[in-house]
């Protein structure tokens, strides 16, 4: 009898490139689950409304309805014995509604696994009502094993159980994208790049900034933008801003592109700047892809950067142009840019490869499978 998961996860519209790191990440754990030979029962998460007028209000409800009630009778009938039930969590406002969900599947027998996959638990932990505390309190205690896509997480989790069973989780880079060797980078130019979602949550406003500052100190700097948009008023706002400083000439913006396209345009960067303040950022697959190619990340501790960069010299607390500037500067006249990506490179491999996190997942599925 093969051991089967039951995966809860919002994997986005199949028919479209995923929307933000969340449905990647659980697409890609899903193929992992897969990989491990696993046998895999999809529930999956209410798709998301456009905004949160009164209608659209009273729809998520309707959804959220008939998700617990879905969950519900899927387990119900369900198959206990060798069984595991996954919940991809996002706490926040969403925590309500995952406690039912843990207590349906602890209440039917299962055993179960609670993902706490973005970062900002921490805060809005401490910034909630007692309610909202005790209830995620109670997913904590009730579940099996929480995996935490963060080591971050770990001092939340043991302040409200000492011992808890928990597994890192990170990110990981897919099979093929990572260079076989250390993708060496030009020594004529200084190149900075931002791939990702442009939104004004990601910042992307205050990376054009910071390379006009950069830009006026090394005239040789140029700066790539990769990405699709949802709010063309931002968007427009930052092509007006290249335009108005006299940067059209080494800002270049190109849309949202695969692996392969990717590929080139990381070659020969040397910067990857993400100064995001994202509330839900958690561990960016974004920048784990840029460090693989060797590019140096400069990013705000936001979510789990810090533990993903591992050099609190290329984390910048202060969110502002000249903050990331400064920080871009201080590596390129310290002549530590060889040094700092070739570790970036190194991380890569050592900690965020694909096949490592596989075994890795499947030794801590086997152990509660077993348990």
């Given at each position: 009898m ?25 697409r ?19 798709q ?5 007028s ?9 959804k ?8 519900f ?38 055993k ?38 963060g ?8 302040s ?6 928990k597994?890192?989780y ?20 200084i ?12 910042n ?9 500052i ?36 080494c ?27 994202e ?16 590019l ?13 960069v591992a ?33 970036a ?23 509660l499978f077993?348990?």
């Amino acid at each position: 009898m093969a051991n089967r998961i039951y995966l809860f996860a919002n994997f986005g519209d199949w028919k479209k490139q995923p929307y933000g790191g969340g449905e990647v990440g659980n697409r890609r754990t899903l193929q992992l689950l897969q990989k491990c030979g696993y046998e895999i029962k999809l529930i999956e998460k209410y798709q998301r409304v456009k905004n949160h007028s009164l209608p659209n209000k009273c729809l998520l409800l309707l959804k959220m309805i008939s998700n617990i009630c879905k969950f519900f009778f899927v387990l119900l009938f369900g198959r206990r014995k060798n069984s595991v039930v996954h919940i991809v969590g996002f706490y926040g406002p969403m925590v309500y509604f995952e406690r039912i969900l843990v207590g349906v599947s602890k209440s039917l027998g299962y055993k179960t696994i609670y993902e706490m996959r973005g970062g900002g638990a921490d805060d809005y932990y401490a910034h909630g009502s007692e309610t909202y505390r005790c209830t995620f309190d109670s997913i904590i205690k009730s579940c099996n094993c929480v995996f935490s896509q963060g080591i971050e997480n770990y001092d939340l989790i043991d302040s409200i159980v000492v011992g808890k069973d928990k597994f890192y989780y990170p990110n990981y880079v897919m099979p093929g994208f990572v260079p076989s060797a250390y993708p060496t980078k030009p020594h004529d130019s200084i190149n900075l790049l931002y791939f990702g979602r442009i939104s004004d949550t990601k910042n992307v406003d205050i990376v054009l900034k910071a390379m006009r500052i950069l830009h006026e100190k090394y005239p040789q700097t140029t700066l790539t933008i990769v990405g699709n948009h949802t709010d063309e008023k931002y968007y427009k706002s930052l092509l007006d801003y290249v335009a108005e400083n006299g940067l059209s000439d080494c800002v270049m913006f190109h849309p949202a592109c695969n692996h392969e396209q990717l590929k080139e345009y990381l070659k020969d960067k040397h910067f990857y700047l993400f100064p995001t303040s994202e509330p839900h950022e958690g561990h960016s697959n974004a920048m784990t892809e840029a460090m693989a190619w060797g590019l140096i990340p400069i990013a705000t501790p936001q979510g789990f950067n810090r533990s993903v960069v591992a050099n609190d010299e290329l984390i910048v607390r202060e969110l502002s142009p000249k903050a990331f500037a400064d920080c871009v500067s201080k590596v390129i006249d310290s002549k530590l840019i060889d040094k700092y990506s070739k570790d970036a490179y190194e991380r890569v491999k050592e900690h965020y490869y694909s096949e490592m996190v596989r075994q890795n997942l499947q030794k801590k599925y086997d152990s509660l499978f077993n348990a």
